[in-house]
T-cell receptor, first 113, second 115 residues
Framework: GENVEQHPSTLSVQEGDSAVIKCTYSDSASNYFPWYKQELGKRPQLIIDIRSNVGEKKDQRIAVTLNKTAKHFSLHITETQPEDSAVYFCAASDASSASKIIFGSGTRLSIRP | GAGVSQSPSNKVTEKGKDVELRCDPISGHTALYWYRQSLGQGLEFLIYFQGNSAPDKSGLPSDRFSAERTGGSVSTLTIQRTQQEDSAVYLC?????????????FGPGTRLLVL
């Protein structure tokens, strides 16, 4: 089955700087890659996703890139703000059961004022 | 409209007892997922229901864990003879039809503590 590795596990950046979180996946047949944000004590919420037929997708200050050949994808947050502090999870669809997604272990992002 | 709801929000139980966790998906959503989130860890897939199809139980960690979904809506996750390592937040999510690439909407979770 699919395996998703995520790093770093923790990340601290100065407010206004950029943050990058990287993930790798094992199954080349995976074709859907969502990113979820989980604020402290709250439920995970989808912030952006990308499909395998696209190399990059952007939504305001966040962007995701996908390299199918290397089987890795990344989340980029520019001009970070205090409200960006949260745990971010990447995920990849499981080719054996495409409606199932396998999550990475999460990155705790802290924005320093 | 109403989102995914779960109950109870917190559950404290003694080792060896059985517990039942409930999930109410978004109305009209046919796909329902259960995940487990241990402290500081990622989201571990447990089980997936899609309409009337047989559930995908491939993530259940042991035969002490079971889940059912009656009437295609509400789901119950049951943990028998709980162990301390079962302590975690149990999250439920639903999606409209379970088609690949659909957004999963999460509930607030049930925080389970086994003493």
């Amino acid at each position: 089955g699919e395996n998703v590795e995520q790093h770093p596990s923790t990340l601290s950046v100065q407010e206004g700087d950029s943050a990058v979180i990287k993930c790798t996946y094992s199954d080349s047949a995976s074709n859907y890659f969502p990113w979820y944000k989980q604020e402290l004590g709250k439920r995970p919420q989808l912030i952006i996703d990308i499909r395998s037929n696209v190399g990059e997708k952007k939504d305001q200050r966040i962007a995701v890139t996908l390299n199918k050949t290397a089987k890795h994808f990344s989340l980029h947050i520019t001009e970070t703000q205090p409200e960006d502090s949260a745990v971010y999870f990447c995920a990849a669809s499981d080719a054996s059961s495409a409606s199932k997604i396998i999550f990475g272990s999460g990155t705790r992002l802290s924005i320093r004022p | 409209g109403a989102g995914v709801s779960q109950s109870p929000s917190n559950k404290v139980t003694e080792k060896g007892k059985d517990v039942e966790l409930r999930c109410d998906p978004i109305s009209g959503h046919t796909a329902l997922y259960w995940y487990r989130q241990s402290l500081g860890q990622g989201l571990e897939f447990l089980i997936y229901f899609q309409g009337n199809s047989a559930p995908d139980k491939s993530g259940l960690p042991s035969d002490r864990f079971s889940a059912e979904r009656t009437g295609g809506s509400v789901s119950t996750l049951t943990i028998q003879r709980t162990q301390q390592e079962d302590s975690a937040v149990y999250l439920c999510a639903s999606s409209f039809s379970g088609d690949p690439g659909e957004t999963q909407y999460f509930g607030p979770g049930t925080r389970l503590l086994v003493l």
